[in-house]
């Protein structure tokens, strides 16, 4: 799979003539209202909504005509959009910083596909190991995996940090409804020990499961909070360190550190460096999503994230939603000035999703320079941001439908509620609609004054519109469905990443920040006031806390 040729090399995003066009176009088009390119023609709405993947994804209510789409695919063209996506799904080291294949969709292939890196399939891995998570699920969810004493597992803390959390956290709140109401799901990352304790303080420790996952198991705030929950246990159990192998099982691809720690190695779950972090949420690192909903619901969740990458391998990009979507996003970004996009789930399932996508999205694509190591001259990712709605409305949404700032939003909802209550299900689809339409149609001057308003008042209560969404709306909030909203998020990501020809897949921001830390924990915690050489700011800020702590 290796020895194919790697995908050409792109000429940069501003030198092609798709590039010169689309600033040529967006000049007139920012003259557009969308009020009258609906008015003006009757089949916009149903031109722009596609339906696929279980989807129903209405863009008509972005600022866009059939030009603006047409000079985007030709961006895309020009970025070899088609052979970016081939090479991900061959198994390329497209992450050529890190010399790695950027695989997570081998993690939801179905048993017999064949995806190989460096000449062997890896699907019947990714197999071995989903059908030994099972297994434990099925002992932890039907009791029959004891604790030391014999007792029940009543409790799943998850430790871990960044991609081995935040996939966790979000999937097991989204999927809550479908999870094992006997089981408490408990999530730990952060290294402030507030963490930790507030996470099991109402715990029985002979009732308590550990899962430690850490794709390097080296991570500093995961392994702090493994040996403080080894601590916290053994004191509890009596010191006797042999019931570590009953507490504690981990995700990791690193079965020294993981034997090291006292975990036995068939209570570790593996997974693969082609699996980057952030994109595995469907990988070993779902195990305790596999344990709050079951092996049948996890394997729901992973057809989702297939169906969707079917589409996205194969529908043409005129037609394809992750493509659209990122296409909207280069759009807005690069050509309308817009710093933000809003995620906005009216479900509340998905309060952590907005979360989980900061983290997709920016980590993925926060670079600045290009593949070749070029220093770009445009704007990558936006900040992603957002929260449930309708509570938003009641909070940022005044920014959004007045403030000065162009922010692209996506409404998310389903036709069923999982809790059917009463009317609350139509009232929060009437916002959404509401919202959508506020945003795009707003009330112009004239019709604020046609209801009788003071003129003084006039400026502050209208609603200039034009203000871009996509809607997505899916018919219920399955294990399927939400695999299919993280696939396309994902695919969306790498649209965009080969359309600024970034590298989505690693994340050297992080590092030096992590390396300074390393440096200063020393100079915390040594008895003998410490020689300081950084700067004089963090010098003071280290003998002021040094001194707080007495
Ligand atoms: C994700 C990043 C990062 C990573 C964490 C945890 O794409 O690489 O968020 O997931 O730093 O790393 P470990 O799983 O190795 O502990």
Not at 157 to 178: C, W
Request: one cysteine or more.
């Amino acid at each position: 799979m290796n020895t194919r040729r790697p995908t050409p090399t792109a000429p940069s995003l501003t030198d092609g003539p798709a590039w010169h066009a689309l600033q040529e176009h967006v000049r007139a088009l920012r003259a557009m209202h969308l009020r009258e390119l609906f008015s003006s023609d009757p089949a916009r709405s149903e031109r722009l909504t596609l339906e696929a993947a279980g989807i129903c994804f209405d863009y008509s209510k972005q600022r866009i005509t059939d030009e603006t789409l047409r000079l985007l695919l030709a961006l895309a063209d020009e970025a070899h959009l088609a052979e970016r996506i081939a090479a991900m799904f061959a198994g390329e080291r497209i992450n050529r910083t890190e010399h790695r294949a950027a695989l997570h969709v081998a993690l939801r292939a179905p048993p017999g596909a064949d995806i190989r890196v460096d000449g062997i399939n890896v699907v019947p891995q990714v197999h071995e190991v989903l059908g030994r998570m099972a297994v434990f699920a099925g002992r932890i969810r039907g009791g029959e995996w004891r604790g030391h004493g014999g007792r029940r597992i009543r409790n799943v803390v998850n430790i871990g940090i960044g991609g081995s959390d935040l996939g966790p956290v979000m999937a097991y709140e989204a999927l809550r409804h479908y999870s094992a109401r006997h089981l408490v799901f408990r999530f730990v990352s952060n290294v402030d020990g507030t963490d930790f304790a507030e996470a099991v303080h109402d715990l029985e420790a002979a009732e308590t499961l550990f899962i430690v996952s850490s794709k390097t198991f080296t991570t500093l705030e995961t392994m702090t909070n493994a040996l403080s929950a080894r601590d916290w246990l053994l004191a509890r159990l009596g010191g006797d360190a042999a019931a570590v192998a009953r507490h504690f099982v981990a995700v990791s691809t690193n079965a020294r550190a993981v034997t090291d720690f006292g975990i036995a190695r068939d209570s570790m779950f593996g997974f693969w460096d082609w699996v980057g972090g952030r994109y595995s949420m469907d990988s070993a690192i779902g195990l305790s999503t596999m344990l709050a909903i079951g092996p049948g619901n996890f394997h729901a969740l992973l057809s989702g994230f297939r169906e969707m990458d079917e589409h996205f391998r194969h529908a043409p990009f005129g037609h394809n939603i992750p493509v659209l979507m990122g296409l909207l996003t280069v759009l807005y970004v690069n050509f309308f000035g817009a710093q933000t996009v809003a995620v906005l789930p009216y479900e509340q399932y998905l309060k952590r999703f907005p979360a989980y996508l900061q983290q997709l999205t920016m980590e993925s694509n926060g670079k600045h320079v290009t593949l070749d190591g070029v220093r770009v001259d445009y704007d990558t990712s936006p900040v992603f941001w957002g929260e449930p709605g309708t509570n938003g409305q009641h909070s940022f949404y005044q920014l959004i439908h007045q403030g000065t700032r162009l922010i692209p939003c996506d409404f998310i909802a389903f036709g069923r509620p999982l809790n059917a209550l009463g009317r609350h299900h139509d009232l929060l689809l009437a916002n959404v609609f509401a919202q959508t339409a506020a945003l795009a149609f707003g009330r112009n001057v004239e019709e604020v004054r046609a209801e009788g308003t003071a003129e003084a008042l006039v400026p502050h209560r209208v609603f200039e519109g034009n203000r871009p969404s996509n809607t997505l709306l899916l018919e219920e909030l399955t294990p399927a469905a939400l695999g299919k909203l993280v696939a396309l998020y994902e695919h969306s990501v790498f649209t965009q990443a080969a359309l600024w020809r970034i590298n989505a897949f690693d994340q050297w921001g992080v590092e030096l920040g992590k390396a300074l830390a390393q440096r200063i924990v020393p100079e915390l915690e040594s008895a003998a006031e410490p020689v300081l050489t950084h700067d004089g700011s963090t010098n003071a800020l280290i003998r002021r806390y040094r001194r707080m702590k007495g």
